[in-house]
């Protein structure tokens, strides 16, 4: 027999399956479960009722020809009606219902009516009140399992890994969603780059002291052979990006630059940039505040007072540093300096000598650029105080994002 | 740059504009401002003091007893040691409460048992330079009572401009510049300066030869009865508001006029100079010059010199020579006021890493006109404090400079264009009359006469005067407009493609791989370099990388990761790094060839001896690469083992992924090589169970897309059924699937190895690859009978690769 779960309504097997109704003389009745009282079902079972009908079965069938098999149903059948009120339950009402009605072949003709009808009587009443039985027992079950007991709401979910993406490319990505909605290109460059991009083209000729300020990395060539640098900036897309693409155009440019500075909480030598340029028709400064104000509206979701103040740039004329009013206080805190003005990107109209070294005629178009520094940005956005952890790879910074 | 407050007030009335208000002026129309700091601000509560009596100390011979009138109440006892203190002295007195530099509070005090309610300062003790002798002995006409600040006009501020935002504006490289910005903002005048020469004598011009281009003007003016004397005091404190050390009133004016009209210049002793005169001359090779500072210098022909007939005394633009320098006993001066070359001067400065307050201007390429007018200030500032002074000879003024005024072209409507803003042609030629610039107002433009000063090289097109009208009329007054343009999507170009790829890439791999992206540098360490045996093949390398051995750049983004694993592991069990990158190959010629690339590394605990045999960081990786293939829409990749594997990989356990239809590797995927990991600290408690993989983008980019098709959902029930094949250890699995599938002729649907066994019962050198395989037909339901034939031609199968299926 199957393993069932031991409860005080558990079945055994065969009666609750169709074999069932099988007669099997030579079986002993069925062991039963005695159940307890208060856990009967509501619509219980109607014992007095299905004994009467037995006991009418037995008085019809005492009529019936003597036999071998009819002295042995009828001792059968009187030893279910012998059982005491506990006893008889419907399970064994349901095989006493099932031997009369097995037996049919012994009982005379002309009572074959009676019988059958008594005992399909039985049959139905017992079967009903399994039935019921099953089902109680099934809500019972359910209740069991909804009852919960021992449950701790605290216990921790499963722990299941997560992966995650580098901050910077998180705060790139948003930015990038944002000027692309606007319509704006993404342009990308090499990191290594030739001097004409990163200088010459950019209006920082060869004795430019702007070049001092910018702590080259310049690449080992041979001599004569056309100078290469780590790019000091992403400005030198600009000129690439006028090469390739017919004004009017607008584009953002984030990348790697690198400056030979020495390491410290705040330096980096090699950090994060995203250069903007558009090109157009009667582009003018106030194409660029407006953009300006409408990137730092993506970045940090209000508006937020900025102030253009004269900065130099060789490949910029007018340019600026733009500042943005702190946006974590209000009279002054350790973020701006206590001078509730954050200075976050050097921008400007585009000289006409860049323009012009990317093959645009600057009596014809004009343009703004400007150059965001993302590695600052996503400091001040995670509020990051070592700019070393950006790029320094330990999975303690990395997870948290 | 320190710019002093009332520096700047000798030059414009800023009666009303406070420190902070300069401060805000320039930093919105000028230059970028650092910091605002009083100047010495316990001058304040010094007060001036008068020495009414003078004692000896009772018990004490070098000290001295004062009664000390303050202008109120009684006078103070103070204990003084000061040699000079005597009766009559106006003094300045530090009263109790009062803290010196040097956070040094004044407490009342005994000293040898007599009180002490002060104390009576020196100048250093007031950070007034070094004079230490005795007490400051001030002027006899100041006012008892006052503060010192007051009483010597003293309270000052120090402006701090940033040197980066002024690297284009020559003439801003001294007070009268800074001075002329604030008279065209605030709309005040510029006092007027006199700075021609006073009448000279009629002894011979002081002989000079210039023998180079790149010295444009050399001005030389011998000065008669001049002495090294201490400066006044108006001069010492605005020298030390900005920074400078006063030294003697010869050193101290050549100073000031530099600091003041921005034109550095040199004092020889004119006794020191031969009578042969200056020679102004490029360097030769291996010549040397011991600079002021002491220090021997290595020249080099690109150097300019000043020199004493044949021997150099002067470095030009940059700093004097020791032998030549003025000393207390100089009475006839030589003064030189020349006009450089800036980049020469930048280059040689830069080389011997020596910035002087010279070389900084000279570098940003100083107006010529400026020498006369340098020396006529230096000479008349002199006379002012010795008037016996006089101009032994007329200057010699050599050279062959070229005036830098000149004339540009503005329209009006180009300006308004560009600032986008509405400002008239009258307004404009306002500004820029403030500024300086002379505007002749014509028709269609404007006619700008820009002044020698600003003609250098800041001012030479049309949009540097749209910026001057801008920062005067200020960029906050312009305002804000949006960008208007037609609505087309950027072009869906191979940059275009990548970023998209470069997304889903990084999305899928942060997403269900569960890897955190990394972004490292792109130099990589010879350290590195070396223990992965790289270091004779060629990479990209800096000239001046920031320390030994960090010079070169990475070829390939693999090995930033590799660097990583140790460190990390000795956090977690498990490192799931990837980044995506650049790596550059040089090439021979011109830019090196640039690869994208996306690097994964995986590390963690050595694998269980019955773990499963796919879970080990190998597999996983390859799983890993399958996957982001598939999720890319992109054919699925075909695996073999690597033929030329990476040094970082295991040379017997890489493998390469290709992707049918493209050319190039998609993918290696390899087990980190023991020797590497050991190198790289992978070892001990750290041992790991490690792979690597490299993606290559530009291949993805050109692989093609897998061509997604419907196909109907099977009518029919599968049947399942398991196979084990005993085999050769060397049979590859590979072949065994294309068994399995031919066997199945047409029915296999799904085919799975669940396991790789050896030993047990298997004979030696033989593996044991167990499958799910599930049999599918679209006509009808599979019997037992299919099952049964399917194992038959499964068993022959397993024989001709010189196996067996395994009935146990």
Redesign the interface.
């Known amino acids: 027999m199957t393993a069932r779960p031991s409860g005080p309504f558990s079945f055994p097997e065969s009666c609750l399956s169709s074999e069932c109704s099988s007669l099997d003389l030579t079986h002993r009745p069925t062991p039963v479960v005695p159940l307890v009282a208060h856990e009967f079902p509501p619509m219980s079972f109607d014992c007095q009722a299905a004994r009467r009908l037995l006991d009418e079965i037995l008085t019809a069938l005492a009529h019936a020809p003597a036999s071998d098999e009819t002295r042995a149903l009828l001792e059968r059948l009187g030893s279910f009606s012998a059982l005491s009120e506990t006893q008889f339950t419907a399970a064994a009402a349901l095989e006493t219902a099932g031997l009369a009605l097995g037996s049919m072949r012994l009982v005379p003709k002309e009572q074959r009516g009676l019988v059958g009808g008594k005992a399909n009587a039985l049959k139905n009443v017992a079967e009903a009140a399994l039935a019921a039985e099953k089902q109680h027992a099934e809500e019972q079950r359910l209740a069991r399992e909804r009852a919960g007991t021992g449950f701790d709401a605290t216990l921790p979910p499963a722990p299941l890994a997560h992966g995650s993406l580098h901050p910077l490319t998180q705060v790139t990505r948003e930015l990038e969603d944002l000027f692309t909605s606007m319509g704006w290109t993404i342009l990308d460059g090499p990191e290594v780059e030739t001097e004409f991009y990163n200088f010459d083209a950019l209006n920082i000729p060869g004795d430019h002291p702007a070049r001092d300020t910018m702590d080259t990395f310049w690449v080992d060539t041979a001599p004569g052979a056309p100078r290469l640098v780590m790019r000091t900036h992403t400005s030198p897309v600009q000129v690439r990006a006028m090469q390739r693409l017919k004004p009017p155009f607008r584009a953002i440019v984030p990348g790697k630059v690198f400056r030979n500075e020495a390491l410290d909480a705040s330096h980096e030598h090699t950090f994060h940039q995203m250069e903007g340029l558009v090109v157009g028709r009667d582009i003018s400064v106030g194409h660029l505040i407006g953009s300006m104000k409408t990137l730092l509206r993506g970045v940090f979701g209000r508006d937020i007072e900025i102030r253009l103040r004269p900065g130099y740039f060789p490949f910029v004329e007018p340019g600026f540093e733009l500042d943005a009013r702190c946006p974590f206080c209000k009279d002054g805190c350790s973020v701006c300096k206590r001078s509730t003005w954050i200075e976050l990107l050097p921008c400007g109209m585009v000289h006409p000598n860049v323009l012009r070294a990317g093959g645009i005629d600057p009596e014809q178009w004009t343009g703004f650029a400007f150059g965001l520094g993302l590695s600052r940005l996503v400091m001040l956005r995670y509020r990051i105080d070592d700019i070393r952890n950006l790029l320094g790879g330990d999975l303690r910074f990395l997870e948290q994002f | 740059m320190k710019i002093s407050y009332r520096w700047l007030a000798r030059h414009v009335d800023l009666s009303g504009v406070d420190p902070q208000s300069v401060r805000a002026e320039l ?6 401002v650092e910091g605002l700091e009083p100047f010495l601000p316990h001058l304040a509560d010094v007060t001036v003091g008068h020495v009414l009596q003078r004692e000896k100390h009772p018990d004490a011979d070098k000290l001295s007893l004062c009664k000390v009138d303050l202008g109120q109440g009684e006078p103070l006892q103070i204990v003084c040691g000061a040699p000079n203190v005597r009766a009559g002295l106006k003094v300045a007195v530090a009263t109790v409460g009062t803290t010196l530099p040097g956070d040094f509070r004044i407490k009342k005090s005994k000293i040898r048992g007599v009180e002490s309610n002060g104390m009576i300062c020196s100048e250093r003790e007031l950070g007034l330079g070094d004079e230490h002798g005795g007490i400051w002995e001030l002027p006899s006409e100041v006012v008892i009572g006052q503060s010192v600040a007051r009483a010597l006009d003293a309270q000052d501020w120090v402006i701090e401009i940033d040197n ?6 020559p003439d801003l490289w001294g007070h009268r510049g800074i001075a002329a910005e604030l008279a065209a903002i605030l709309r005040r005048p510029l006092r007027p300066l006199d700075t021609s020469l006073p009448a000279a004598g009629s002894a011979a011009p002081f002989p000079v030869r210039v023998e180079t281009q790149l010295c444009s003007r050399y001005l030389a003016l011998e000065i008669d009865g001049a002495r090294a004397t201490r400066s006044p005091f108006w001069l010492r404190s605005l020298l030390l508001a900005v920074g400078q050390r006063p030294i003697d009133l010869l050193v101290d004016l050549s100073n000031f006029v530099m600091l003041d009209l921005g034109q550095p210049n040199h004092l020889f002793d004119r006794h020191r100079i031969g009578a042969s005169g200056i020679v102004v001359r490029a360097a030769r090779a291996d010549e040397r010059l011991t600079t002021l500072d002491g220090l021997e210098r290595k020249l080099e022909p690109s150097d300019l010199l000043i020199c004493d007939g044949p021997e150099p005394v002067a470095l030009a633009g940059i700093m004097g020579g020791a032998a030549s320098k003025v000393t207390e006993d100089t009475s006839q001066l030589l003064l030189e006021v020349a006009s450089f070359h ?2 020469t001067v ?1 280059r040689t400065s ?1 080389r011997l890493g020596l910035r002087t307050d010279a070389s900084a201007r000279f ?2 390429s100083l107006d010529p006109a400026l020498p006369p007018q340098a020396a006529g200030h230096f000479v008349r500032l002199l006379q002012s404090e010795q008037p016996e002074v006089r101009v032994a000879a007329p200057p010699t003024d050599v050279g062959t400079w070229k005036d830098t005024s000149k004339i540009v072209q503005v329209r009006g409507t180009r300006i308004r ?5 509405e400002i008239s042609d009258d307004a404009i030629a306002d500004i820029l009359r403030r500024l300086g610039f002379g505007v002749d107002l014509e028709r269609e433009c404007m006619s700008v006469r820009v002044p020698s000063n600003r003609g250098t090289k800041d001012i030479g ?1 049309e ?2 005067l ?2 001057e009208v ?2 005067i009329h200020r ?2 007054n ?6 208007i ?7 869906r170009d191979e ?2 493609a ?2 998209q790829l470069v ?1 889903r890439i ?2 899928r ?3 269900s ?11 990589v360490p010879d350290t590195t370099v070396e223990r992965l045996g790289l270091s004779d093949v060629a990479h ?7 320390q030994q051995g960090a ?1 070169r ?1 990475r070829r390939s983004v693999v090995p ?2 590799i ?2 694993l140790a ?2 592991r000795r ?2 069990e ?4 990837f980044e995506v990158g ?1 790596g ?1 190959e040089p090439r021979a ?4 060839l ?1 690869r994208h690339e996306v690097a994964l590394a995986l590390a963690r605990t050595p694998r269980k001896g019955d773990a499963r045999f796919d879970d080990n960081a190998l597999s996983l990786l390859q799983g890993i690469v399958d996957d982001v293939v598939r999720s890319l829409g992109l054919v699925e990749c075909t695996w073999s083992k690597a033929r030329a594997p990476s040094t970082w990989a295991h040379p017997g356990r890489a493998v390469h992924a290709c992707i049918e239809g493209c050319d190039g590797i998609a993918a290696e995927v390899a087990v980190l090589e023991p020797g590497v990991a050991r190198a790289f600290g992978l070892v001990g408690e750290l041992e790991s169970d490690a792979a690597l993989a490299c993606l290559s983008i530009d291949t993805l980019l050109v692989a093609p897309q897998r061509a997604t098709r419907y196909s109907a959902l099977p009518q029919f029930p599968a049947t399942r059924v398991d196979v084990a094949l005993a085999l050769p250890e060397d049979k590859p699995a590979a072949e065994v699937r294309a068994a399995l599938e031919r066997a199945g002729k047409g029915l296999v649907s799904a085919l799975e190895l669940f396991d790789v066994f050896k030993g047990g019962q298997l004979a030696a050198g033989t593996k044991s690859l167990a499958w799910h395989v599930v049999l599918q037909a679209s006509d009808r339901t599979l019997g037992e009978a299919d099952v049964k034939k399917f194992l038959e031609r499964v068993e022959r199968e397993a024989t001709a690769l010189g196996g067996q299926l395994r009935r146990d």
Do not use: C, M
């Open positions: 930093t919105l129309s000028t230059a970028e980066k935002s002024v690297t284009h504006r800036a980049a930048r830069s570098e940003k264009q560009l600032l986008g803003a097109i949009q540097d749209v910026e801008g920062r960029y906050g312009i305002p804000e407009r949006e960008l343009g037609a609505l087309v999507p950027p072009p940059r275009w990548r970023r997304r990084e999305d791999l942060a997403g791989a569960r890897f955190h992206q990394q972004i490292s540098y792109s130099f990209v390398a800096v000239r001046n990388p920031i010079a750049v930033s990761l660097a990583l460190s990390n956090w977690r498990e490192v799931r790094l650049k550059y010629a011109g830019e090196p640039e």
